[in-house]
């Protein structure tokens, strides 16, 4: 069956790409092609990248009045309320994730436009006490014009977390999406243009990391790059952003703990841990795929984990009904399955099998792993798999748990379970990692910074925090004489 071809979004026109190529996505659940879509090569890159400094020289976003760029971005939200359901089926075909998280992800979409809509007009500078006779203050200006490169995990979503801060700025912004999943942010610049975004505020140019995403980044035509996906590939943007001191935010990859501490309800903070690391088949940087549990709680906790585990229905990812679709192709499928096999190689305990589950055989879906009695120097320990795989393992005290949490390279994310105040302030506090969370799973909130220490990136998503990161500080002083 011919696919519908799905254009680049430039200067507020579906635009067909100059060397008229096109790439396939597939959809996870069926393994068959959903979509032919342009691939940007350097020259639409360019266009991109023109249309939108021109844009923001004429200022026909950039001066606006910041109340109304906030008006514009609430229409923008309502233009999402009012898709949802057609963009949640996107995000599901595209990504493979089940189909209520998907719309629960499209709306959280809609309500960071909502927040970046009314923090438009409340970007302040200082006024500043100098020694000199005279008014010294600071403004925040726009940075100018902003690649943002963005992942296949919650493509609609961090589109949002980047464009919406960008646009409330002023700024003006070139989309690379992840070549898996480039059909919701496509949609995005259509609702942009709906809801009154001028021409060539927002461009979205789909193509090839390698090829696409390196011409936006290393071009001096763009001001500041936000970028979201691997740390090796963090590595490369920085370097590629190097010549032209281009401003760059990274936001990269994680191995986020849940630290069980004894005297907690067991049963529950299994369920909680079972959704924080298998929730979008554990393709999820937040995931906390390292558990650690108090010897005393340990067993218990690793039978009520794999019981809320396999309690976790897998299947077609537009049934509601199911917990877990497939992962998001089939070389990511494979590279997980492979952790499975090192995981016992190295000598791990798999406590559930994904071999032993039966999944549908159509699709990349790959059942859950849990290995217990992992040892700190196995790879399904150290490194990122961003997949359906977690660890347990054992610790004798607070100070064990704080240092077994901090013995990786990445400082994302984690979660603390304990009855004691005291003990979860300090270890909260010790724990290297941007967000942390007590008793809870949820650690990600709109309105609070998000990021990581360490390779996990630098710079802050989210909150008036991520507003730095698309405003430079200019500062002004007026002499009296
Ligand atoms: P990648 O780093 O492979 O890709 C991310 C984006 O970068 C894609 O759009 C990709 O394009 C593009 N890209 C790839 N290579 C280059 C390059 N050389 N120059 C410019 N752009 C490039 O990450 P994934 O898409 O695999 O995403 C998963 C990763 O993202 C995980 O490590 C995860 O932890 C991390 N992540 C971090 C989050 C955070 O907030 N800290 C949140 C979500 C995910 P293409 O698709 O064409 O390759």
Known sequence: MAQEKWLAWIDGHPTAPREGRYFDVEEPATGGVLAQVAQCGIDDVKVAISVARRSFEAGVWSTMSATARGKTLLRLAQRIRDEADELARWETRQVGKPIRDAKDEVLTAADCFEYYAGAANKIYGHTIPVSAAGLDYTLRVPVGVVGLVVPWNFPFLITAWKVGPALAAGNSVIVKPASYTPLTALLLGRLGTEAGLPDGVLNIVPGPGRETGEALVADPGVDKVAFTGETTTGARILQLAAPNITRVSLELGGKSPTIVFDGVDLDRVAYLAAQSAYANSGQDCCARSRILVERESYQAFVDHFVKHVQNMTIGDPLDPENAMGPLVSASHRNRVA???????????????????????????????????????????????????????????SEAEAVRMANDTTYGLSGSIFTRDVGQALRVANQVRAGVMSVNTIKSVHLEAPFGGFKQSGMGRELGMEALEMYTEVKNVFISMD
């Open 338 to 396: 492979q952790y499975v096999e090192k995981g016992v190689s190295e000598g791990a305990e798999l406590v559930l099998d994904p071999r032993n589950r039966e999944i549908p055989s159509d699709g990349f879906y790959l059942a859950p792993a849990i290995f217990a009695q992992a040892k700190p120097d196995m790879s399904i320990v150290r490194e990122e798999i961003f997949g359906p795989v977690t660890t347990v393992q054992m610790f004798d």
